[in-house]
């Protein structure tokens, strides 16, 4: 699959060098496949405070950096190979200053990081289908209006996948947004709470 012609070259590069570095090793850096769909997302709400779960090899993470300038991107990657080549397509780009990775298990680095309630204006998850108590906890994370992106919501079978579904559902929590990647990645708008 050829990069998006709608996004910066210095994006496609990593598109492609993350393709091949998946192809050659047979791992799980899979590169997310809409880039020109999140680019447009972002700059269109140019959020302030980005996390994303599951950085592979950086690309989402510097995509979303360049389509919101004034944004600070926390990324967490979980594995040492991934986040290094990571670390080395962020500091190519200038980006240390406003993208920052941190690597090890989601919960642990969450757990470290203690991010405050309403401290994100977008979350971007990339890794194995998320447990519903992972996308609750981002609904805690985001401010009102803020954005969750959500992908491989049907990875690991029906059970998990309509939970996580249902949960995006609610009508009174979320604002479903159209999908990216062919309707692969859920976009939702966290609502603010109800008044009492």
Do not use: K
Request: charged fraction near 15%; include cysteine.
């Amino acid at each position: 699959m050829m990069p998006s012609a709608d996004l910066p070259d210095v994006l496609q590069a990593i598109q492609l060098a993350t393709r091949s570095h998946q192809q050659q090793h047979a791992c799980n850096a899979h590169t997310f496949e809409d880039g020109a769909g999140l680019w447009q997302l972002v700059q269109q709400h140019q959020p302030r405070h980005m996390l994303e779960l599951g950085s592979g090899l950086g690309y989402t993470a510097c995509l979303m950096a360049l389509a919101s300038p004034q944004g600070q991107v926390l990324t967490l990657e979980g594995d040492p190979e991934h986040a290094a080549l990571a670390r080395q397509q962020i500091a190519a780009l200038g980006l240390q200053q406003r993208v920052q990775l941190h690597e090890g298990s989601f919960a642990t680095v969450m757990q470290a990081l203690q991010l405050p309630a309403g401290s994100q204006d977008l979350v971007f998850f990339d890794g194995n289908m998320p447990p519903l108590i992972l996308v609750q906890h981002f609904h805690t994370l985001l401010a009102p209006g803020g954005l969750l992106v959500c992908a491989n919501i049907d990875l690991n079978g029906p059970l998990g996948a309509r939970r996580v579904r249902a949960e995006l559902a609610d009508a009174q929590r979320w604002q479903l947004l159209p999908p990216l990647e062919s309707g692969l990645t859920r976009v939702a708008r966290r609502l603010p709470a109800l008044s009492p």
